[in-house]
């Protein structure tokens, strides 16, 4: 079965730091761009963060850019994103998410459960 | 970067109404369009890719449709299942982006 289970969301101060895990299983992990969204309490979902397979290639939205980091480790089959200078606005649920296949331009198709982050002094 | 905007924000509609929602893109783009629907506490579910292809295992009842800055995701028959909130994503470019959801309300 194919499964992603993400990891590592807490409550933490303004300022501080946390790091996402996202498990992958059931699939060849290496050669699918993953993909990191939040969803604030009450509001939409927000495209955060995209890496491409082999984690050379990143993306960031602008409200995130300079302070996150996204990396994979293909031989442990997981995902990060690396959270720094955290703000109020970073509270949400975040998932991760797997490419539909292996092409450049994909929907993403498998999600996990997600983690919730709580930035709160 | 490129904006969705979708409409209606909120759609109250009975079960075995047809309902369609659009979402609109600020720049002209390719067919990189996806709907998803989001219940509450559930993760997203993909329903259609490539702005017109229905996901494996995803009711024939819903369908996409749309190129160039206008698309739509129609609902032919609404099941009590099917009240939800749906999303447009583009991954058209970087960084993909997401409509403000639709929120589907029992009428």
């Known amino acids: 079965e194919v499964q992603l289970l993400e990891s590592g969301g807490g409550l933490v101060q303004p300022g501080g730091s946390l790091r996402l895990s996202c498990a992958a299983s059931?699939?060849?992990?290496?050669?699918?761009?993953m993909t990191w969204v939040r969803q604030a309490p009450g509001r939409g979902l927000e495209w955060v963060s995209g890496?491409?397979?082999?984690?050379?290639?990143?993306y960031y939205a602008d409200s995130v850019k300079g302070r996150f980091s996204i990396s994979r480790d293909n031989s442990k089959n997981t995902l990060y994103l690396q959270m720094n200078s955290l703000r109020a606005g970073d509270t949400a649920i975040y998932y991760c998410?797997?490419?539909?296949?292996?092409?450049?331009?994909?929907?993403?198709?498998?999600w996990g459960q997600g983690t919730t982050v709580t930035v709160s002094s | 970067d490129i904006q969705m905007t979708q409409s209606p924000s909120t759609l109250s509609a009975s079960v075995g109404d047809r309902v369609t929602i659009t979402c609109r893109a600020s720049?002209?783009?390719?067919?990189?369009l996806a709907w998803y629907q989001k219940k509450p506490e559930k993760a997203p579910k993909l329903l259609i890719y490539k702005a017109s292809s229905l996901e494996s295992g995803v009711p024939s009842r819903f369908s996409g449709s749309g190129s160039g800055t206008e698309f739509t995701l129609t609902i032919s028959s609404l099941q009590p299942d099917d009240f939800a909130t749906y999303y447009c994503?583009?991954?058209?470019?970087?960084?993909?982006?997401f409509g403000q959801g639709t929120k589907l309300e029992i009428k």
């Open positions: 890496i491409r397979e082999s984690g050379d290639v990143t």
């Open positions: 998410a797997k490419d539909r296949t292996s092409s450049w331009y994909e929907a993403m198709d498998v």
């Open positions: 720049q002209s783009m390719s067919s990189w």
């Open positions: 994503q583009q991954y058209n470019s970087y960084p993909n982006t």
């Open positions: 059931g699939f060849t992990f290496n050669i699918y761009a």
